[in-house]
C-alpha cells in the first residue's frame, strides 16, 4: 500500500483492513492525534457535486483538530472563469496544504497529479472509477452491524441493485472483495450489468441469495446520452413486496443519495434490516482514521 496517498484500493492487503477495524473497534474518542510542529491544514477540492462525503471529511478533520480550507465546483471558484482542473489543483497544493481530500471527474488524472504534488491525497470520488472510502465505511458497517469475525467476511453475499455499471461504489467493492473474500452478485437490468459478475436476471432471487443489499442510484450524470429511464430499474426496487424475499437478519444499505421511489420505495425507510444512516455514521469514524493515517504516512 502507499503510505501517502488513497486513491482505489487496489494495494490494501487483508493485513490493512485488519488493521483499520481494530482501529474502528478500539477509536480513541478522547483527543486528537497531537501531530509534531505546526497546526495541519486539509484542502478540501469537490468538483462534483457531495454531501456526505464532503462533511463526514470536514467533521473528521474538525475532530481531529485539523484546519479546512474548501474549494466547491457549486460555485464562487476561478473554474468559473475558465481555469482548469489542474491549474485549480496546482494552486491550491500551492498554498502548502498538508492533506487533499479531492472529488474529481473520470477524465482528470488524479494518479498523475498526486504523484507530481507530492501531497498526501484521499479520494473522495473519482468518475466511476474509484469511492474507497465509501467501500471501507459500507464493509465496516456490515462489520459493526452483522457482527461478523473480521476471517469470516470470505462467508458473506453482498447483492448491488439498481444502476451497478456506472457506479464507483461497484468499483471500490470489486477491489474490496478480492482482498476480504466476500462475494458479490448484482441484479439489474441486463444494459446495466458488469461484464464477469455474478448476475440476477431476477430481483427475487438475488435477495433470497444475499446476505446484505446494497441498492445503487440511477446515475444519469454518467449515461452519456444512453437511454435509461427510471422505469428500466423499477423491476429490481427493493420494497416491501420485494424485500419479503430477503432474510430477516440481512442488512439493507445504499451509499446515499437516495432517490426514494426509484431504486428503493419510501417504506423501506422503517424496515429495521435498513441500515442506511448507519453507513453515514460510520463514514466519520472511518474518514477520521484515514486522514490521521495520511497525515502520520501511515496509510
Ligand atoms: N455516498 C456519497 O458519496 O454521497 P455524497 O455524494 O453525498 O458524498
Not at 480513541?28 to 454531501?51: C, D, M, Q
Not at 455474478?198 to 432471487?205: A, G, N, P, V
Request: contains cysteine; aromatic residues 6%; hydrophobic residues 40%.
Amino acid at each position: 500500500m502507499s503510505d501517502r496517498s488513497l486513491l482505489d484500493l487496489q494495494n490494501w492487503s487483508p493485513k490493512d483492513l485488519e488493521q483499520l477495524f481494530f482501529q474502528i473497534d478500539h477509536e480513541p474518542k478522547e483527543t486528537a492525534e497531537k501531530f509534531s510542529g505546526s497546526k495541519k491544514t486539509a484542502a478540501l477540492i469537490f468538483l462534483e457535486p457531495s454531501t456526505r462525503t464532503r462533511l463526514s471529511f470536514e467533521l473528521a478533520c474538525a475532530k481531529e483538530n485539523i484546519d479546512r480550507i474548501l474549494l466547491d465546483a457549486g460555485g464562487g471558484s476561478s473554474l468559473e472563469k475558465g481555469e482548469t482542473l489542474e491549474d485549480t489543483f496546482l494552486n491550491v497544493a500551492a498554498m502548502k496544504p498538508d492533506l487533499l481530500i479531492v472529488r474529481v471527474p473520470e477524465q482528470f488524472p488524479l494518479k498523475e497529479i498526486t504523484e507530481e504534488l507530492g501531497i498526501p491525497t484521499l479520494n473522495g470520488g473519482w468518475g466511476k472509477r474509484a469511492h474507497p472510502t465509501q467501500a471501507l465505511l459500507d464493509i465496516a458497517t456490515i462489520y459493526k452491524e452483522k457482527n461478523i469475525n473480521f476471517s469470516k467476511f470470505n462467508k458473506l453475499k453482498l447483492l448491488f441493485t439498481g444502476d451497478v455499471l456506472h457506479s464507483r461504489v461497484f468499483s471500490s467493492h470489486q477491489e474490496l472483495a478480492k482482498i476480504l473474500g466476500y462475494e458479490i452478485g448484482v441484479a439489474c437490468p441486463e444494459q446495466l450489468k458488469v461484464p464477469g459478475t455474478k448476475y440476477f436476471t431476477k430481483l427475487s432471487e438475488g435477495l433470497q441469495w444475499a446476505d446484505v443489499v446494497m441498492a445503487l442510484r440511477t446515475q444519469k450524470e454518467r449515461h452519456d446520452g444512453k437511454k435509461i429511464q427510471d422505469s428500466d430499474i423499477n423491476d429490481y426496487q427493493l420494497n416491501s413486496e420485494s424485500l419479503k424475499k430477503l432474510s430477516k437478519d440481512a442488512l439493507i444499505l445504499h451509499p446515499g443519495p437516495v432517490n426514494w421511489g426509484t431504486e428503493l420505495s419510501i417504506n423501506v425507510v422503517n424496515d429495521s434490516r435498513n441500515k442506511i444512516l448507519k453507513q453515514v455514521e460510520m463514514g466519520v469514524t472511518i474518514r477520521r482514521l484515514l486522514v490521521r493515517r495520511a497525515l502520520a504516512g501511515k496509510l
